[in-house]
């Protein structure tokens, strides 16, 4: 079964610092890959995806991800992050079957220092 | 004017009580969902309707029942409530399966 692991649970970076947060993904053929950004109190809202093509995918907000099939590994990374990055993120991954249902992984709390 | 909409923003209601959510999209999309994120944040999809057709339908307790009216509409209907259904809902929509799905702002519910 498709799954999605995001190993950090929280993160604290200070502001202007470089962010990667992991994600690591189970599944059998190419995956359709995406990041949401979930604001406090707030629905969620999609960043990047991956479909095919250029295994480096950009995003709003500054964000880019790589696809690495040998690794299974779909990292978001953003080269300075401002304290409005404060939020939670989620790595997700289509499900098979093309009925559009997404897996989430657990996500990640990013944490900004002044 | 907001994509996907939900209301209310918060319920709060008691055990054994039957309550409904709405959602509305106004991006033309003919697919929508209901997703369920838990105390611990973590997101799962109950249900998912392509023109008014039940498409995904999880392991969720009948107390739940989608209602599709038309393509712009899927509410969430939930008889007896239980403590374990306190949670945020999310509907979003997308055109068609393979779309990009929009999320709505959530709703809040707690069951007391």
């Known amino acids: 079964a498709q799954s999605v692991t995001q190993p950090d649970i929280h993160i604290t970076v200070s502001e202007g610092a470089s962010l990667e947060l992991r994600c690591n993904y189970s599944?059998?053929?190419?995956?359709?890959l995406f990041w949401y950004v979930q604001s406090p109190g707030q629905g969620l809202q999609l960043l990047l995806k991956y479909f095919s093509g250029d295994t480096l995918v950009q995003g709003i907000k500054g964000f880019e991800a790589e696809f690495k099939r040998s690794q299974s590994s779909f990292n978001l990374r953003k080269p300075s992050v401002h304290w409005s990055d404060a939020a939670e993120y989620f790595c997700?991954?289509?499900?098979?079957?093309?009925?559009?249902?997404?897996?989430f992984g657990q996500g990640t709390t990013l944490q900004v220092k002044p | 004017d907001t994509a996907v909409s939900q209301t209310p923003k918060y319920l709060v209601t008691q055990m054994g009580n039957d309550k409904s959510i709405k959602c509305e999209q106004n991006?033309?999309?003919?697919?929508m969902y209901w997703y369920k994120q838990d105390s611990k944040k973590f997101l799962k999809i109950m249900f998912s309707y392509n023109n008014k057709e039940l498409i995904i339908n999880e392991t969720v307790p009948n107390r739940f029942s989608p209602k599709s009216p038309d393509k712009a509409h899927l509410n969430l209907h939930i008889n007896s409530l239980e403590l374990g259904d306190s949670a945020v809902y999310f509907c979003?929509?997308?055109?068609?399966?393979?779309?990009?799905?929009?999320f709505g702002p959530g709703t809040r519910l707690l069951v007391l």
């Open positions: 979003a929509s997308s055109q068609g399966a393979e779309g990009t799905q929009y």
């Open positions: 991006l033309g999309h003919d697919t």
């Open positions: 997700a991954v289509w499900g098979s079957g093309n009925t559009g249902k997404l897996i």
């Open positions: 599944y059998g053929a190419t995956p359709y």
